[in-house]
């Protein structure tokens, strides 16, 4: 019993994290129609630039969790000005293929750099030890990790489902061509919301530091269970991206009851289940185009 | 008549290759060539862009490793029993990706894959997980295919076959109706073809090709390793199939060879040994930015300049 309520919160953990990364993939998609195969990425750069800030400045991890997200929006937005923008209009596909080729040349460059070795980043001190809920005993940090990433999801949810931006985003997304022929200037929001999206991935890897190895490759296989959680949950829908996040975590770690080794696939074989009976995703509408 | 001699020169160029290169690598782009063919017949002439295609070439490769270790089976044996092995898992998860179109249909192709890369991991009895296969052998009565060079002669008539067999599947009828359904799938079911009958059987016999080519490639390595079924392979073979031009099928040859002599080369760099990706992913990044239709019509010019 407390294996189980220890494995749900560890699924928790491992959502909250799905959730972040697949909230800004959605926000991404929605915007400029580019499956950002560099999210992993970014959330690897995030994680190391927090850990840089406290290694050669002395910054902790509070204020990283402020700075670093938003660097990383910052070359984002440099990288969408200078090179993504020439892809726009094109099939989709090349978008995909951009990023992917970003991947190798980031990751590999910071292979060369920092080597493969995991970089240990310590957790901050008001959130070291355990907390004891009932019979179990858990980290306070990755109680504080599923916390923040609901309250940060929930926020992003509320400023695009509710507030006067959001509306103009997601009419852009639905279609570009008739927002601007109401007057509303499209291209403006393109460059802060690829920079917002890229400050998620970066602020999941800040949240990631203290409980994985700070390393060049920490975000390589993260991406591809991410894009299967977009799958699931319905490209570019955000309520779908982050019930989907949470959903596959919890299940995921469920499996690892039964056996470790089903931990791995639990998000592939529902994706499977999910494109025989509802090929659009939990929240998503199938595409037109 | 002209038909002739280009096949003349090009089985010219592929005999002479190992001499000229070392065999290894010969064979290898022969194999990534066929791969990367096969990735076209998907992504030029059917618009289906497959992020996946590693799970073929992968599975293909462990199972002919295997027939050809634990079996004995001669080399054409085990290359087939790959090929059909990767035919066979295609049906299913063509099914199910096909589900999906344009990028949607890459994210699920390159999610199956990374399910087989991770299932291919926790299944060490079979695969030997992180050690992978080794020491598989080559074997053909009567013939001695211990060296490479050897082998290299052995194998290249297996990978003519999957060379003309995506040429014909293009040039036929099947192949016309596949690029309509590229071109307005609504039009191709409006005119009465099942489309998604089409797709799935382009899917499958791209899926066998790459098998084929996986099949040869593991058995000319005498090893099959996780590497086979990495995502990083996924995109490579994207890559050259881009690099030498979307819907040219021989393309994806002239891209293989170009993206293999490059890492050949840089493999000698101290400096990038280590670190492929820097300039793998450069070249991808230019010829995404730059060089969108490929070597091969660049080819087309020259050729046609030299001509006039």
Redesign the interface.
Same mark, same amino acid.
């Given at each position: 019993m407390d294996y189980l309520a220890i494995q749900l919160f560890n699924g928790l953990v491992n959502g909250s994290f799905y959730a972040l990364l697949s909230l800004g993939l959605a926000v991404i998609f929605g915007m400029m129609?580019i499956?950002n195969f560099a999210h992993g990425v970014f959330y690897m750069l995030g994680a190391f630039v927090a850990y840089l800030l406290l290694q050669q400045v002395g910054i902790g991890f509070w204020p990283s969790l402020v700075i670093a997200p938003l660097a990383i929006a910052l070359l984002g937005m440099l990288l969408e000005r200078s090179?993504l923008r020439?892809?726009s209009g094109?099939d989709?596909?090349?978008g995909?293929?951009?990023t992917?080729?970003?991947?190798?040349?980031?990751?590999?460059?910071m292979?060369?750099r920092f080597g493969l070795q995991g970089q240990p980043y310590a957790t901050p001190a008001e959130l070291s030890g355990a907390v004891t809920i009932g019979a179990i005993t858990y980290p306070t940090y990755r109680l504080f990790v599923v916390g923040f990433c609901l309250v940060a999801s929930v926020a992003v949810w509320y400023v695009i489902e509710r507030t006067r931006l959001g509306m103009v985003v997601r009419a852009a997304t639905e279609r570009a061509d008739l927002t601007r022929a109401l007057g509303v200037n499209v291209d403006r929001w393109i460059t802060p919301m690829f920079g917002f999206g890229l400050g998620l991935a970066a602020l999941a890897g800040v949240l990631a530091a203290p409980m994985r190895n700070v390393s060049p490759l920490m975000g390589s296989?993260l991406i591809?269970?991410t894009?299967?959680v977009?799958?699931i949950g319905g490209?570019g829908s955000i309520a779908g991206a982050i019930v989907a996040g949470f959903l596959v975590g919890v299940l995921s770690s469920i499996g690892a009851i039964f056996d470790p080794?089903i931990e791995?696939?639990v998000?592939?074989?529902l994706?499977?289940v999910l494109?025989?009976v509802r090929?659009a995703g939990l929240f998503g509408s199938l595409?037109t185009? | 008549m002209r038909r002739l001699a280009i096949a003349v020169v090009a089985l010219a160029i592929a005999l002479a290759l190992p001499r000229v290169l070392y065999p290894v690598l010969a064979l290898n782009i022969l194999a990534w060539g066929l791969f990367a063919m096969a990735v076209d017949l998907l992504l030029g002439f059917g618009g289906l /862009?497959s +992020?996946g295609h590693a799970a073929y070439w992968g599975v293909a490769g462990y199972v002919a490793g295997l027939v050809a270790r634990d079996a004995g089976a001669a080399y054409p044996v085990a290359a087939l029993a790959g090929a059909l092995a990767a035919a066979a898992l295609a049906v299913p998860l063509g099914y199910?990706?096909l589900?999906?179109?344009?990028?949607?249909f890459?994210?699920?192709t /390159?999610? +199956?894959a990374?399910?087989l890369y991770?299932?291919a991991n926790?299944a060490r009895g079979i695969t030997g997980g992180e050690n992978g296969l080794q020491g598989i052998p080559r074997s053909f009565p009567g013939l001695a295919l211990g060296q490479s060079m050897s082998f290299y002669y052995a194998a290249l008539p297996l990978i003519l076959i999957g060379y003309v067999a995506a040429y014909r599947i293009v040039g036929s009828p099947f192949g016309h109706v596949l690029v309509s359904i590229r071109d307005n799938e609504a039009r191709a079911q409006a005119l009465g073809y099942d489309t998604a009958r089409y797709k799935l059987i382009a899917f499958v016999l791209s899926a066998t090709l790459a098998g084929l080519a996986g099949s040869v490639y593991a058995l000319g390595q005498r090893f099959a390793s996780l590497e086979l079924l990495h995502?990083?392979t996924s995109?490579e073979v994207?890559?050259m199939t881009?690099l030498g031009g979307i819907g040219t099928l021989w393309g994806g040859v002239l891209g293989a060879a170009v993206f293999l002599l490059l890492r050949d080369f840089l493999s000698t760099s101290d400096?990038f040994r280590?670190?492929?990706?820097?300039i793998?992913?450069?070249?991808?990044?230019i010829?995404?930015?730059g060089l969108?239709r490929g070597l091969w019509p660049s080819i087309g010019r020259l050729a046609a300049r030299i001509r006039r």
């Open positions: 129609r499956v090179l020439r892809l094109l989709p596909l090349y995909f293929l951009f992917f080729g970003l991947t190798l040349l980031i990751q590999d460059a292979r060369l296989e591809i269970l894009f299967a977009v799958v490209m080794a791995g696939i998000a592939f074989a994706m499977a494109l025989l090929p595409e185009r | /862009l +992020f199910l990706s589900r999906r179109k344009g990028i949607y890459a994210m699920v /390159l999610a +199956f990374q399910m991770y299932v926790e995502w990083s995109g994207v890559l881009v400096a280590d670190a492929p990706g820097v793998t992913g450069a070249v991808f990044i010829v995404v930015l969108r």
